[in-house]
């Protein structure tokens, strides 16, 4: 069973460079999540998309850009990194809303650090 | 403000020694609680959550937490603790209205000394 399966797992940028980090997930889930985790601050929530066509922000968006085409990809861009991009960035999906199940499936994390 | 604050940043029990992990939240309204546990270099996994009803829940991998109104407490606790139970634990609270946004302590890091 593959899940959410997030690529790269590990990136090094230079400032001001631009990439986009991959998500798909294969359990027909239409909430998808993008957090990014930092040491001692726990996860803070980037984006979110409740289906295909419909994304909102959460706590911590600027510098970030997400589309949601498809139910399966939720890609999460870096238009002109920064050093405070620096952090581990986690993909996350579920079937219903958090009042649902409330339960999150996670991918394995994406390493990124700006320099 | 909407919180979950978890006090311990690292806590070290013997295997086979009983643990509790704190975590309190901050809500104006009686929230969804969920557990979660991270194993190094690994997504996060959901161990229990809790959304009404019956405040003792169980959870998978042994573990259990107690809601508690009174003190806006929702500990996870495990009777006695396996090495494999190193990782980060993270409490998590969510409230209906919220947004579809969970909200995230700081985590706890257990250290199991064999």
């Known amino acids: 069973n593959a899940g959410v399966t997030q690529t790269p797992k590990f990136r090094i940028l230079k400032i001001g460079q631009s990439m986009t980090l991959q998500c798909t997930q294969d359990m027909n889930h239409n909430y998808m999540y993008w957090y990014r985790q930092d040491p001692g601050m726990g996860l803070k929530l980037i984006y979110y998309s409740v289906g295909a066509g419909i994304t909102d922000k959460g706590e911590v968006p600027n510098g970030y850009n997400v589309s949601r085409s498809t139910t399966e990809d939720f890609p999460l861009r870096l238009e002109l990194a920064a050093p405070s991009q620096t952090s581990v960035y986690f993909c996350?999906?579920?079937?219903?809303?958090?009042?649902?199940?409330?339960?999150?499936?996670f991918g394995e994390g994406s390493r990124l650090t700006v320099l | 403000a909407q919180s979950v604050t978890q006090p311990d940043i690292h806590i070290t029990v013997s295997e086979g020694a009983s643990l509790e992990l704190r975590c309190n939240y901050s809500?104006?309204?009686?929230?969804?609680l969920f557990w979660y546990v991270q194993s190094p270099g690994q997504g996060l996994q959901l161990l229990l959550k809790?959304?009404?009803?019956?405040?003792l829940v169980q959870g998978i991998k042994g573990f259990e937490a107690e809601f508690k109104r009174s003190q806006s407490s929702f500990n996870l606790r495990k009777p006695s603790v396996h090495w494999s139970d190193a990782a980060e634990y993270f409490c998590?609270?969510?409230?209906?209205?919220?947004?579809?946004?969970?909200?995230f302590g700081t985590g706890t890091q257990l250290k199991v000394e064999l």
């Open positions: 998590a609270g969510y409230v209906t209205g919220g947004g579809n946004k969970l909200t």
């Open positions: 809500y104006g309204a009686t929230p969804y």
């Open positions: 996350a999906s579920s079937y219903k809303g958090l009042g649902g199940t409330g339960e999150l499936f």
């Open positions: 809790y959304f009404s009803g019956d405040t």
